[in-house]
C-alpha cells in the first residue's frame, strides 16, 4: 500500500540518482525508471483507485507534487550536463593565439602591391593626389572624352572588352586608366595633380611581357603655364627616385590620340642601354574641353605607364607570367 513516506522515501532517492547521473544518457536512464510508463510513480497513481476519497486526495496531492519536484529536478540536472558538455568542447577546440609559432611563415604584400604602393608613395611625394575611377567604363569616358575616334584600332572588338549592358559597345572594361583623368576634371576645378593606379584590361593573349588583365598608372597635371618642360621634369624627377641615381630619362616623339605633343618616354640604366617605360604628352585641347577645363586658360600634361613592367624591371623578373603563377618559392624572394 503506497503513503507519503513511501512517496517521500523515493522521491528522495531519485533526487539522489539524478544528481549523480554523470551523463545525459545516465540521466535519460534515471529519468525513465522514476517517471516512465513502467515506473513506481505510475504504479502508485493506478492503486490511487483502492483508497477512500479522503486518503485518495492526500495521497494523490502528495504523488503530483513529488512528480513535478522530481521532473524539475531532470530538467535542471540537463542543462548542468549540457553546460559542462559544452564547456569541456570548447576547452578541446581552444586555439591559443597568443604566439605565431615559429614554423608559421607570415604572408607579405605582393611584388605588384609593392610596385604600386611604391609609387604611390613616390608621387604624393612630389605633390600629387590618387584618384580613383571605375574599371567598368562607359565608351565615352574610355574613348570619345580622350580624343580617340569611332574608327581607331584601338576601339576594334579584338582589343576591348565589351560588357552587356547598356545600347551595344557602349559599356566596357576600361582599357587603360586614362578615363580618370576625365573624370578628375569634371570632379574637381584646375589646378589638378592626381595619379591613378589601377587595373585595367585587353585582349591580350600572355606572355613574356603581355596579360589580359594587368595594371597601369596614370599622371595628369592641369595648371597654368604648364609647358612640355614640367613634364620632362616631373619623368627625371620619378625615375631618380623609384630606380635610384645612375638611371636617367629622355623623351622621343611619337603619336597619341590624347597628347598633342606627344611623345614616348624611356629610362637609361647604368650601363647606357635604353629601355622604353611609357608614352606622355601635353594634354589635347579636345580632351580639356571634354573634361569642362578651358584651353585657352589652362594647360597640362599626362603619362602612363604599366606597373608591372616596373615590378619585373625593379625585382628582376624576366616573364610576367611569373608573377601570377602563384609560385610560393618566386614570391617569397621579394
Same mark, same amino acid.
Given at each position: 500500500?503506497?503513503?507519503?513516506?513511501?512517496?517521500?522515501?523515493?522521491?528522495?532517492?531519485?533526487?539522489?540518482?539524478?544528481?549523480?547521473?554523470?551523463? #545525459?544518457? &545516465?540521466? !535519460?536512464?534515471? /529519468?525513465? =525508471?522514476?517517471?516512465? @510508463?513502467?515506473?513506481? +510513480?505510475? $504504479?502508485? %497513481?493506478?492503486?490511487?483507485?483502492?483508497?477512500?476519497?479522503?486518503?485518495?486526495?492526500?495521497?494523490?496531492?502528495?504523488?503530483?507534487?513529488?512528480?513535478?519536484?522530481?521532473?524539475? #529536478?531532470? &530538467?535542471? !540536472?540537463?542543462? /548542468?550536463? =549540457?553546460?559542462?558538455? @559544452?564547456?569541456?568542447? +570548447?576547452? $578541446?577546440? %581552444?586555439?591559443?593565439?597568443?604566439?605565431?609559432?615559429?614554423?608559421?611563415?607570415?604572408?607579405?604584400?605582393?611584388?605588384?602591391?609593392?610596385?604600386?604602393?611604391?609609387?604611390?608613395?613616390?608621387?604624393?611625394?612630389?605633390?600629387?593626389?590618387? =584618384?580613383?575611377?571605375?574599371?567598368?567604363?562607359?565608351?565615352?569616358?574610355?574613348?570619345?572624352?580622350?580624343?580617340?575616334?569611332?574608327?581607331?584600332?584601338?576601339?576594334?572588338?579584338?582589343?576591348?572588352?565589351?560588357?552587356?549592358?547598356?545600347?551595344?559597345?557602349?559599356?566596357?572594361?576600361?582599357?587603360?586608366?586614362?578615363?580618370?583623368?576625365?573624370?578628375?576634371?569634371?570632379?574637381?576645378?584646375?589646378?589638378?595633380?592626381?595619379?591613378?593606379?589601377?587595373?585595367?584590361?585587353?585582349?591580350?593573349?600572355?606572355?613574356?611581357?603581355?596579360?589580359?588583365?594587368?595594371?597601369?598608372?596614370?599622371?595628369?597635371?592641369?595648371?597654368?603655364?604648364?609647358?612640355?618642360?614640367?613634364?620632362?621634369?616631373?619623368?627625371?624627377?620619378?625615375?631618380?627616385?623609384?630606380?635610384?641615381?645612375?638611371?636617367?630619362?629622355?623623351?622621343?616623339?611619337?603619336?597619341?590620340?590624347?597628347?598633342?605633343?606627344?611623345?614616348?618616354?624611356?629610362?637609361?640604366?647604368?650601363?647606357?642601354?635604353?629601355?622604353?617605360?611609357?608614352?606622355?604628352?601635353?594634354?589635347?585641347?579636345?580632351?580639356?574641353?571634354?573634361?569642362?577645363?578651358?584651353?585657352?586658360?589652362?594647360?597640362?600634361?599626362?603619362?602612363?605607364?604599366?606597373?608591372?613592367?616596373?615590378?619585373?624591371?625593379?625585382?628582376?623578373?624576366?616573364?610576367?607570367?611569373?608573377?601570377?603563377?602563384?609560385?610560393?618559392?618566386?614570391?617569397?624572394?621579394?
Amino acid at each position: 500500500m503506497i503513503d507519503d513516506l513511501t512517496l517521500l522515501t523515493f522521491e528522495s532517492e531519485t533526487a539522489a540518482a539524478i544528481t549523480g547521473a554523470a551523463s #545525459a544518457s &545516465a540521466l !535519460r536512464d534515471v /529519468e525513465h =525508471a522514476a517517471l516512465g @510508463r513502467d515506473s513506481r +510513480l505510475v $504504479a502508485a %497513481r493506478k492503486q490511487l483507485g483502492s483508497l477512500d476519497p479522503e486518503q485518495r486526495r492526500t495521497v494523490g496531492k502528495v504523488l503530483n507534487d513529488v512528480r513535478e519536484r522530481l521532473t524539475a #529536478a531532470v &530538467a535542471a !540536472r540537463h542543462d /548542468e550536463l =549540457a553546460r559542462s558538455e @559544452r564547456t569541456a568542447q +570548447l576547452a $578541446a577546440e %581552444r586555439l591559443d593565439l597568443t604566439e605565431v609559432p615559429d614554423s608559421v611563415v607570415v604572408g607579405h604584400a605582393h611584388v605588384v602591391t609593392q610596385t604600386w604602393e611604391l609609387l604611390e608613395d613616390i608621387f604624393v611625394g612630389l605633390g600629387f593626389q590618387v =584618384a580613383e575611377g571605375p574599371e567598368v567604363e562607359t565608351d565615352w569616358h574610355n574613348f570619345d572624352a580622350l580624343n580617340i575616334p569611332a574608327d581607331h584600332p584601338a576601339r576594334d572588338g579584338f582589343d576591348t572588352i565589351y560588357v552587356n549592358h547598356g545600347s551595344p559597345g557602349s559599356t566596357l572594361l576600361r582599357t587603360h586608366t586614362s578615363p580618370v583623368q576625365i573624370r578628375a576634371m569634371l570632379a574637381q576645378k584646375p589646378p589638378i595633380y592626381v595619379i591613378a593606379p589601377g587595373r585595367v584590361y585587353r585582349r591580350d593573349t600572355a606572355d613574356a611581357t603581355h596579360m589580359p588583365v594587368f595594371h597601369q598608372i596614370e599622371g595628369l597635371v592641369i595648371d597654368r603655364g604648364i609647358s612640355l618642360a614640367d613634364l620632362a621634369g616631373t619623368i627625371e624627377a620619378f625615375t631618380e627616385a623609384y630606380f635610384g641615381t645612375g638611371f636617367s630619362s629622355r623623351l622621343r616623339p611619337n603619336y597619341f590620340p590624347f597628347t598633342e605633343p606627344s611623345a614616348e618616354f624611356d629610362i637609361q640604366r647604368p650601363d647606357g642601354s635604353w629601355l622604353e617605360l611609357g608614352g606622355c604628352g601635353m594634354v589635347h585641347p579636345n580632351v580639356l574641353r571634354a573634361g569642362g577645363v578651358d584651353p585657352e586658360e589652362w594647360s597640362g600634361f599626362a603619362f602612363g605607364f604599366g606597373i608591372d613592367r616596373l615590378a619585373l624591371m625593379k625585382f628582376g623578373v624576366d616573364d610576367l607570367r611569373e608573377l601570377y603563377a602563384n609560385d610560393v618559392r618566386l614570391l617569397t624572394q621579394f
